[in-house]
């Protein structure tokens, strides 16, 4: 069946400028994770949808960013006013249910260059 | 919170030789551990994982240790091959419910390189 799916692929913005990520997750999963992967780093937790539960916003790092999960599907990240440092690539995974530690199946990621 | 530290961060082998990656957590509810190899373009993908009420897994070339007492888990891969040649990340699980249930803190990631 189709994976994790993100959009888009690459994305170059000017400093300044606001932009928005996008994830389609696994038919069926009620799990959602964003992550963000700089430069020769691992993966920095962001944020965290579970089901109709409030969202566990406790990795973003301003609250320049924000995500929305609708419909309990489709998940955006927006990045306001974007800064250099926010170069990186966005990864968003799904997982069967968050709460029976199920494996995450991970999107192909977006890469964010802020110029 | 959680802390994960990896090590090392770059591993060059020859073919056939074994590889060890090792992790130390500093929470000690974690209790869930996945591995997970991302080839270079490409997303990570979970290889083996383990919990906290079993020491070690195997599966095929690939093990994982897990040490609660010390705080470590380790990654073995034996007989290597060129195709393992990837980037690989350790991740410790902090909390055993509520809405942090799933989420990973990663370690920094280790590049091993196999030489044919």
């Known amino acids: 069946g189709a994976g994790v799916s993100q959009s888009p692929s690459n994305k170059v913005t000017e400093k300044g400028k606001d932009v928005e990520l996008r994830c389609d997750p696994i038919s069926g999963h009620t799990a959602l994770y964003w992550y963000r992967q700089s430069l020769g780093q691992g993966l920095e937790f962001l944020i965290y949808?579970?089901?109709?539960?409030?969202?566990?916003k406790s990795g973003l790092p301003s609250d320049r960013f924000s995500a929305e999960r609708t419909g309990g599907s489709v998940s955006t990240l927006t990045i306001q006013r974007t800064q250099q440092e926010d170069s990186a690539v966005y990864l968003c995974?799904?997982?069967?249910?968050?709460?029976?530690?199920?494996?995450?199946?991970f999107g192909p990621g977006t890469r964010l260059t802020v110029t | 919170g959680e802390n994960v530290e990896q090590h090392p961060s770059t591993l060059s082998v020859q073919e056939g030789d074994s590889a060890v990656i090792k992790c130390t957590y500093s929470?000690?509810?974690?209790?869930?551990f996945p591995w997970y190899k991302q080839e270079l373009g490409k997303r990570p993908q979970l290889i083996i994982d383990?919990?906290?009420?079993?020491g070690e897994k195997k599966d095929q070339r690939i093990a994982v240790t897990l040490n609660k007492t010390a705080k470590h888990f380790s990654l073995h891969i034996t007989e290597t091959q060129p195709e393992d040649s990837a980037v690989y990340f350790c991740?410790?699980?902090?909390?055993?419910?509520?809405?942090?249930?799933?989420?990973?803190?990663f370690g920094q990631g280790t590049i091993l390189t196999v030489h044919p």
């Open positions: 383990i919990r906290s009420n079993v």
């Open positions: 995974a799904s997982s069967l249910d968050g709460t029976t530690l199920s494996e995450q199946y």
């Open positions: 929470d000690s509810a974690s209790n869930y």
């Open positions: 991740a410790a699980t902090p909390r055993a419910g509520g809405t942090s249930y799933g989420k990973l803190t």
């Open positions: 949808f579970q089901g109709n539960s409030a969202p566990d």
